[in-house]
């Protein structure tokens, strides 16, 4: 059974530090791009930052130099630093999961909340 559990997420002020991890089990991780997503009420999801099975890693304009993205393929393991946080970072996170061989074999974690506020 596929499963991306998220976990880490919480309240936070202004300024402050969370660490988002993903735990995968059910596939074999270390062929999957992994990927963070956020979705702010009323707004898309949008991709905040992704790290190849290579790992290349990318991240949105928005979060370039606050957050990082890694991945321990012997733990099954990915996770999100987010530090320097702002309201605007308050969201549902998601942990995504894509094939490097099918790129139509993606999974989903149920999402984790993040808010920042004072």
């Known amino acids: 059974q596929v499963q991306l559990v998220e976990s880490g997420g919480g309240l936070v002020q202004p300024g402050g530090s969370l660490r988002l991890s993903c735990a995968a089990s059910g596939f074999t991780f270390s062929i999957y791009h992994m990927a963070w997503y956020r979705q702010a009420p009323g707004k898309q999801r949008e991709l905040v930052a992704t790290i190849t099975r290579g790992g290349t890693i990318s991240y949105a304009d928005s979060v370039k130099g606050r957050f990082t993205i890694s991945r321990d393929n012997a733990k099954n393991t990915a996770a999100l630093q987010m530090n320097s946080l702002k309201p605007e970072d308050t969201a549902v996170y998601y942990c995504?999961?894509?094939?490097?061989?099918?790129?139509?074999?993606?999974?989903w974690g149920q999402g984790t909340q993040v808010t920042v506020s004072s």
């Open positions: 995504n999961a894509v094939s490097s061989t099918s790129t139509t074999v993606n999974y």
